[in-house]
């Protein structure tokens, strides 16, 4: 079967005239199923100060119809290791595969910056997300955890990318 243009998703760089669709649609997912915290609240209104302005990337999946739909970020930690953060897509398209679309299009970005470490924090709640993060190339660490996991309160899952097909050098 062939995809409609009503089916592509483009993918699209940070610009400040994006950021309110990076707070809108993080808080969407966030307020779902947690409680926003103090960090999510400076990164959301200010992420050009908290993620471009110290060498992270924000990147935003847009829908023909719907257009802006999703987003998700890396946030520097130095010396090449980045975490993949603030990916959320609008419930109205749940379901189009967004997310799973915008996961490639990142991990392709990271590929292409050499990015030596990439590596995520969610909460055991985000099954669907988890499984999409699994069968991507994501694995489960406990080194991950003790490193980076206190930077949430609702942290208790950790994962690193190991690649599919392509590993970053670890």
């Not at 400076?42 to 050009?48: G, M, R, T």
């Not at 379901?95 to 679309?101: A, F, I, Q, T």
Request: with cysteine; hydrophobic share 40%.
């Amino acid at each position: 079967m062939q995809k409609s243009s009503k089916d592509i998703i483009t993918f699209i760089d940070y610009t400040p005239a994006l950021a309110h669709h990076f707070g809108a649609i993080n808080k969407q997912w966030i307020d779902d199923m947690f409680v926003l915290e103090e960090i999510d609240k400076k990164v959301l209104n200010e992420p050009q100060h908290y993620i471009i302005d110290k060498g992270g990337k924000i990147w935003f999946a847009q829908h023909p119809k719907h257009k802006v739909v999703g987003t998700c970020a890396f946030i520097s930690k130095g010396e090449g290791v980045f975490e993949l953060t603030k990916m959320g897509v609008l419930s109205p398209v749940r379901g189009l595969k967004v997310g799973e679309k915008l996961l490639h299009h990142v991990i392709d970005q990271a590929l292409s910056m050499k990015v030596k470490t990439l590596f995520l924090l969610t909460n055991a709640k985000c099954e669907a997300a988890i499984h999409l993060y699994e069968k991507n190339g994501f694995v489960h660490s406990t080194e991950i955890m003790q490193t980076y996991g206190q930077s949430y309160e609702r942290c208790n899952v950790a994962m690193k990318y190991v690649g599919y097909g392509k590993i970053i050098k670890r």
